[in-house]
T-cell receptor, first 107, second 117 residues
Framework: EDQVTQSPEALRLQEGESSSLNCSYT??????LFWYRQDPGKGPEFLFT???AGEEKEKERLKATLTKKESFLHITAPKPEDSATYLC????????FGAGTTVTVRA | NAGVTQTPKFRILKIGQSMTLQCTQD?????MYWYRQDPGMGLKLIYY???????DKGEVPNGYNVSRSTTEDFPLRLELAAPSQTSVYFC????????????????FGPGTRLTVL
């Protein structure tokens, strides 16, 4: 059974304080790893897809990287609007999600 | 192109009542999924469908039923509501294969918040 573990559960940052979120996974046949952003009361919003070890994707202050066992979501110089829960999911014809990391950025 | 729509947005049920959560997508996608999300937890897959007439159980199917008579609709049925089914339910419909980076398509519906008392 696919397993996805995210850490830390919660992250409180000062505006401008860069940090990283971790997503470790065990899956029999990884066909993709995805990062989503979820704001309170809303459905997950797709951010990135990573397919193979060594791949990196960037979007504004976010950069996602992938190894054979884990993925990192780096937040560079975060702003308060980056506050959200970030979900990681692995894809093997269906998505298996981690519990998420709730990021709070203080001004 | 509305993407994925869900109704209702909120619902309160009494124990033992039944209801159907509606999910519709206008993207002509074959794949559709139902997830539940409990506080502080990740999304758990309830049921999924790879096309009209085809459904399969996910990780937590007990207490739920689904049907897929059309490509557009994938309703989720709760027959005998229990407090353990209090959760937020999300319907999703990605395109064939993994999502495409940079796409603006919202693959997840806005969710249905269900409380069973």
């Amino acid at each position: 059974e696919d397993q996805v573990t995210q850490s830390p559960e919660a992250l409180r940052l000062q505006e401008g304080e860069s940090s990283s979120l971790n997503c470790s996974y065990t899956v029999s046949g990884l066909r993709g790893l995805f990062w989503y952003r979820q704001d309170p009361g809303k459905g997950p919003e797709f951010l990135f897809t990573l397919y193979s070890a060594g791949e990196e994707k960037e979007k504004e202050r976010l950069k996602a990287t992938l190894t054979k066992k884990e993925s990192f979501l780096h937040i560079t110089a975060p702003k308060p609007e980056d506050s959200a829960t970030y979900l990681c999911a692995v894809y093997d014809y269906k998505l298996s999600f981690g519990a998420g990391t709730t990021v709070t950025v203080r001004a | 192109n509305a993407g994925v729509t869900q109704t209702p947005k909120f619902r309160i049920l009494k124990i033992g009542q039944s209801m159907t959560l509606q999910c519709t997508q206008d993207m002509n996608h074959n794949y559709m999924y139902w997830y539940r999300q409990d506080p502080g937890m990740g999304l758990k897959l309830i049921y999924y469908s790879v096309g009209a007439g085809i459904t399969d159980k996910g990780e937590v199917p007990n207490g739920y039923n689904v049907s897929r008579s059309t490509t557009e609709d994938f309703p989720l049925r709760l027959e005998l509501a229990a407090p353990s089914q209090t959760s937020v339910y999300f319907c999703a419909s990605p395109p064939p294969g993994p999502p495409i980076s940079g796409s603006d398509t919202q693959y997840f519906g806005p969710g249905t918040r269900l409380t069973v008392l």
